[in-house]
Nanobody, 117 residues
């Protein structure tokens, strides 16, 4: 049974930083894509960043240059370092893990990030 547990959310002032973590369990995830999505109030869930099963990373344009995704395969954990946060980054952030062929997909429970102006 796959479980994803996020941590690291909170309240921060604009310009500040937060680091989110997502610990995955239930299997080995080194061949999986691991990433983050977010959902702001009244908006659809949107893609933020992904660490692909190789070494490549992909970012939404809105976070490029401010957010950095990384992973530790030995710990089955993916991280999202968020710097220079803006009020528009306020959302619930969800960890997302997909099999290499994207046939299987798993979600975490979400962690709240609030950026005050």
């Amino acid at each position: 049974q796959v479980q994803l547990v996020e941590s690291g959310g909170g309240l921060v002032q604009a310009g500040g930083s937060l680091r989110l973590s997502c610990a995955a369990s239930g299997r080995t995830f080194s061949s999986y894509h691991m990433g983050w999505y977010r959902q702001a109030p009244g908006k659809d869930r949107e893609f933020v960043a992904e660490s692909r099963s190789g070494t490549s990373t992909v970012y939404a344009d809105s976070v490029k240059g401010r957010f950095t995704i990384s992973r530790d395969n030995a710990k089955n954990t993916v991280y999202l370092q968020m710097d220079n946060l803006k009020p528009e980054d306020t959302a619930i952030y969800y960890c997302n893990v997909q099999s290499s062929n994207r046939y299987y997909q798993y979600w975490g429970q979400g962690t709240q990030v609030t950026v005050s102006s």
